[in-house]
Each structure stands twice: as C-alpha cells, then as structure tokens.
C-alpha cells in the first residue's frame, strides 16, 4: 500500500508539473527567440504597411519596457531568471503578440504606393526602420523613438492637407522635408550606434 501511495504522490506532481511546465514559452522557444520573434513581425509589419507609425510606436514601447523587466529580473537572480519570472515574461510576450496581431490586422495602413514625393520619402524612411527592426541594428526604444517622430511628421501633414484642402504647399513641402531629413539623420545614427536588439 505504501507503494500505492508513492506512485499517487508521483502522479499528482507530475500533473501539477504539466500546467507550470506549459507555462514556458511555446514550442521550446527560449525567451530571446520570442523576442526576435516579435521583432521580425513588427519589421515585417512596418515594411508592408500593416503597421502605421503610431502603432509600431506603442508596439516598441511595450517591448523596451518588456526587455527592462527581464534585465531587472536578471539583477536581482545573479544574471538568471527563475521559473516564476519566465512564466510572467512569457505571459507578457503573448499579450505583446495578441496586440501586434490585432495592430496588423485592423485595416489601419500606412501607405506603401505613395505617388507624392513626400509620400515616397515617409515610405523610404519606414523602409529603413523596418529593415533595422529586422537586422536587429534597432533596439526596441530606439524604434519607438523613430516611429514617435515619423508619427508626429504624418500628423503634421494630415493637419496641413486639412487646412488647405488635401495639397500642401510648396513652404510646407520645403518644411516637411527638413524635418525627414532629421529623422533620416536619427535613423542612421540609431542604426550605427553598435546597440543591437
């Protein structure tokens, strides 16, 4: 009988085990893979126009603030992150993955056939973040940084086509291109920085 109970005790671990074990990341990934996971969707998403500037914005804030709590997470267990702190980042991860699927999927677009020069130069730039978002040559906070100034670009061109009935003028064209000249600057140093995702 003694017996009897060792193997119900085993038994009872062992399916306790199976609920805290699927806790882990799905399919073996480790933590890095779901990162590098989520980035390459969001570069994809940024390089097809899924993605507009405000939404790989937010996107990338979420995944820099993520990336802190796993490196103070690390701090506090000498460099190593106990079973607990996987289960929370991993939770964390698929709320991050849920939002970037929803982002990708909400018909919001940013233009990827632009026939207007600036249009074709807010395209260059989102091109080029989207490629170091894939390289890895852009951290997360950098890219939220990036897409924070494209964002606050295209607003600014939304409001002066309003105002003058769907063109802007040649002082606005002339201002707008000062300002992407800017961001094309950030972008570079950003993406020469040696920081890697």
Same mark, same amino acid.
């Given at each position: 009988?003694?017996?009897?109970? &060792?193997? @119900? @005790?085993?038994?009872?671990? %062992? %399916? +306790?085990?199976?609920?805290? @074990?699927?806790?882990?990341?799905?399919?073996?990934?480790? $933590?890095?893979?779901? !990162?590098?996971?989520?980035?390459?969707? $969001?570069? /994809?998403?940024?390089?097809?126009?899924?993605?507009?500037?405000?939404?790989? &914005?937010?996107?990338?804030?979420?995944? *820099?603030?993520?990336?802190?709590?796993?490196?103070?997470?690390?701090?506090?267990?000498?460099?190593?992150?106990?079973?607990?702190? &996987?289960?929370?980042?991993?939770?964390?991860? /698929?709320?991050?993955?849920?939002? $970037?699927?929803?982002?990708?999927?909400?018909?919001?677009?940013?233009?990827?056939?632009? !026939? *207007?020069?600036?249009? !074709?130069?807010?395209? /260059?730039?989102?091109?080029?973040?989207?490629?170091?978002?894939? *390289?890895?040559? +852009?951290?997360?906070?950098?890219? %939220?940084?990036?897409?924070?100034?494209?964002?606050?670009?295209?607003?600014? $061109?939304?409001?002066?086509?309003?105002?003058?009935?769907?063109? +802007?003028?040649?002082?606005?064209?002339? &201002?707008?291109?000062?300002?992407? /000249?800017?961001?094309?600057?950030?972008?570079?140093?950003?993406?020469?920085?040696?920081?890697?995702?």
């Amino acid at each position: 009988m003694h017996s009897v109970q &060792k193997m @119900f @005790f085993a038994a009872a671990l %062992a %399916a +306790l085990a199976v609920p805290a @074990f699927s806790q882990t990341a799905p399919t073996g990934q480790t $933590i890095q893979d779901r !990162k590098e996971n989520q980035q390459d969707r $969001i570069g /994809n998403g940024v390089a097809d126009g899924q993605l507009t500037a405000g939404e790989t &914005k937010n996107l990338e804030k979420k995944e *820099s603030n993520l990336n802190q709590e796993e490196h103070d997470m690390r701090k506090l267990d000498n460099g190593h992150l106990t079973a607990a702190d &996987k289960a929370t980042l991993n939770q964390q991860q /698929n709320q991050l993955s849920k939002q $970037i699927y929803n982002d990708k999927h909400n018909g919001r677009v940013q233009n990827t056939a632009p !026939k *207007s020069e600036v249009g !074709k130069r807010q395209e /260059n730039q989102q091109d080029r973040i989207a490629q170091g978002v894939k *390289s890895g040559q +852009l951290t997360p906070r950098e890219t %939220a940084h990036l897409e924070n100034r494209e964002a606050a670009v295209n607003h600014e $061109i939304r409001a002066d086509r309003r105002a003058n009935g769907g063109k +802007l003028t040649a002082q606005e064209k002339a &201002k707008i291109n000062r300002q992407e /000249n800017r961001n094309s600057r950030a972008i570079y140093r950003d993406k020469h920085n040696g920081r890697r995702q």
